[in-house]
Structure formats: structure tokens, C-alpha cells
């Protein structure tokens, strides 16, 4: 069975600062896609960004990117010149296909992320 | 069309009261999924529909569950006998690719 861990419960952050959010994941599969979803107050989750496995090539997504290692099965988010309006949980997760052609998202358990004024 | 739309935002019930809940998904996605999140986790899996059809249910579904999407519209969530246990976020997606998620519907079992 697939599985995320999110290791760093909390992190907190000064405005302008870079952070990072660790993820690692175990799957047998060789294709896949893993993504980084926020969750702020609102509720609604939102993508951050998505990264397919057979790609080498790290995604990024204007102030976000991803460092995917994946003989390490890791796949670490970086924020770099952090907004106030990043302040939110974020989850890993991992696209399992389920059937035709449908998928399910496997999330991790979460990081509780502040940006301080 | 602005979003995956779910109601009621909140639910206050009491235990061994039934509950259900409404999921209106983007018009033009064919697949709809309900996830729950309890409080301090991430979104576990319930079930998944292809327009009508419901193809996928977890575990986590119990007999006191149904999930039913009447003319590959909208979707209902319904819980029967609710337990303290059922207390979470229940979410609603709705894809052609990309996952859209709506704002939940977060359940409280007093």
C-alpha cells in the first residue's frame, strides 16, 4: 500500500523567508504523479504543484518548487520569499490509479505552516 | 460554473441521528470522489463515481454510509446512526484531470 509521511508537524517563518517541507513516500509503482496541496482556513484545498514521476526535471511553479528524488522516494516542497498568504497546512500527496482511469490522492498527515510578520 | 460547491458548511447532529450532505460538482467533470478528513490528519478516500456509476468505495465506508450521484450530477453523502466517531471535514472533488475540491462540509456528532 502506498503511504506519505510528512515528518515536520509545524514550521514557522519570517515574511521574505525561504522554508522547506519535507515529504517521503513509499510505492512500488514506477509511474505516478506526486503533488503539494494547501489547506488554508478556508478549507478548500488548493494545488501548489504537481510533479509526474517519469520527469527528472523538478517542477516549479513561480515562487514554489520541488526537489523529487525518487530513488530516495522524496519529494520536498521549497517556498522561496515567503507571503503572508502562505500561511496554511500543506499535504503531500500521491496519485494512485484506482479504476478506469480514475485516481485517488494518498495525503500525508500534514504540516501546519506560519509566515510571521 | 464557480467551483465544487458542497452544503451544509457545517452540521451539528446529534448521535443516532441520520445526515446527509450535498456535493455540486463542476458541471463538466464526470468523476466525483468524497474524501473525510478528520481533525489534525490529511483527506482519506471514501468513494469515487464516474457519472452515475459509483466504482470504488473504501473500507473506511461502513454499512451505516451511502453515497449516491443521481443522474451523474450532483452527489449525496448520507450517514445513518451517526457515531461521535463520524465527527470530520467530509470533502467533495470533482476531476477530468486535476482534482477540484470543495470547502467541506465539516460534521460534528454531539
Known amino acids: 500500500a502506498q503511504t506519505v509521511t510528512q515528518s515536520q508537524p509545524e514550521m514557522s517563518v519570517q515574511e521574505a523567508e525561504t522554508v522547506t517541507l519535507s515529504c517521503t513516500y513509499d510505492t512500488s509503482e514506477n509511474n505516478y504523479y506526486l503533488f503539494w496541496y494547501k489547506q488554508p482556513p478556508s478549507r478548500q484545498m488548493i494545488l501548489v504543484i504537481r510533479?509526474?514521476?517519469?520527469?527528472?526535471q523538478n517542477a516549479t511553479e513561480n515562487r514554489f518548487s520541488v526537489n523529487f528524488q525518487k530513488a530516495a522516494k522524496s519529494f520536498s516542497l521549497k517556498i522561496s520569499d515567503s507571503q503572508l498568504g502562505d500561511t496554511a497546512m500543506y499535504f503531500c500527496a500521491f496519485m494512485k490509479y484506482i479504476i478506469q482511469g480514475a485516481q485517488k490522492l494518498v495525503f500525508g498527515q500534514g504540516t501546519r505552516l506560519t509566515i510571521n510578520p | 460554473d464557480t467551483g465544487v460547491s458542497q452544503d451544509p458548511r457545517h452540521k451539528i447532529t446529534k448521535r443516532g441521528q441520520n445526515v446527509t450532505f450535498r456535493c455540486d460538482p463542476i458541471?463538466?467533470?464526470?468523476?466525483l470522489y468524497w474524501y473525510r478528513q478528520t481533525l489534525g490528519q490529511g483527506p482519506e478516500f471514501l468513494t469515487y463515481f464516474q457519472n452515475e456509476a459509483q466504482l470504488e468505495k473504501s473500507r473506511l465506508l461502513s454499512d451505516r454510509f451511502s453515497a449516491e450521484r443521481p443522474k451523474g450530477s450532483f452527489s449525496t453523502l448520507e450517514i445513518q446512526r451517526t457515531e461521535q466517531g463520524d465527527s470530520a471535514m467530509y470533502l467533495c472533488a470533482s476531476s477530468l484531470a486535476d482534482y477540484t475540491f470543495g470547502s467541506g462540509t465539516r460534521l460534528t456528532v454531539v
Open positions: 510533479q509526474e514521476a517519469y520527469k527528472q
Open positions: 458541471s463538466e467533470h464526470n468523476r
